[in-house]
């Protein structure tokens, strides 16, 4: 799958993000997305009081990056090129494409919350994905 971050701003305006690989399109018409948080994430009440959520989709260059988001370590923003995108949500530069959404619902799905969102915007690079394959980052070769 791809690797991904997933960023929003909690109710006190601080960014909020994580690294997910369960990112999936789900409607071209409207242009909708989904992807999933365990119920006992720290960062579930964040997401789930926000309006709006990016999808950074990574670049096989930042791995470090992906590693980053999974941990916990505090301040994880202060790594990356980070602006605001629409309704707040941070976007990452130099990703391989950024999906900006509004959160349009949120549901249970057994251990987790399923998020969906409607793609606002859409930004893409030339650049190889981040993909991660068996517990390990992968990277793709050429295709001929």
């Given at each position: ?5 997933i960023s929003?701003?909690?109710a ?5 993000g ?5 990112f999936?399109?789900l ?14 994430s720290?960062q579930?009440s964040?997401?789930?009081a926000?309006s709006?959520?990016?999808v950074n ?14 941990s916990?370590?505090?301040d994880k923003?202060?790594e990356?090129?980070w602006s605001d ?10 990703c391989?494409?950024?999906f900006e959404?509004?959160r ?9 919350i399923?998020?969906i969102g ?5 930004s893409e690079?030339?650049?190889?994905p981040?993909?991660f ?11 001929l």
């Open positions: 799958t791809g690797v991904t971050i929003c701003r909690a006190d305006g601080s960014p909020v994580l690294t997910a690989n369960s999936n399109a409607s071209l018409q409207p242009p909708l997305v989904l992807w999933s948080l365990r119920d006992v720290p579930l964040a997401f789930l926000a709006h959520f990016a989709v990574l670049a096989e260059n930042q791995v470090e990056l992906s590693r980053r988001f999974a916990t370590l505090p923003f202060s990356g090129l995108g629409l309704g707040g949500a941070p976007v990452l530069g130099g391989a494409a950024v959404c509004a349009v619902s949120s549901q249970v799905a057994g251990d987790h399923l998020f409607q793609v606002l915007a859409v690079a030339p650049i190889t981040l993909v394959q068996s517990g390990h980052y992968r990277m793709l070769g050429e295709i």
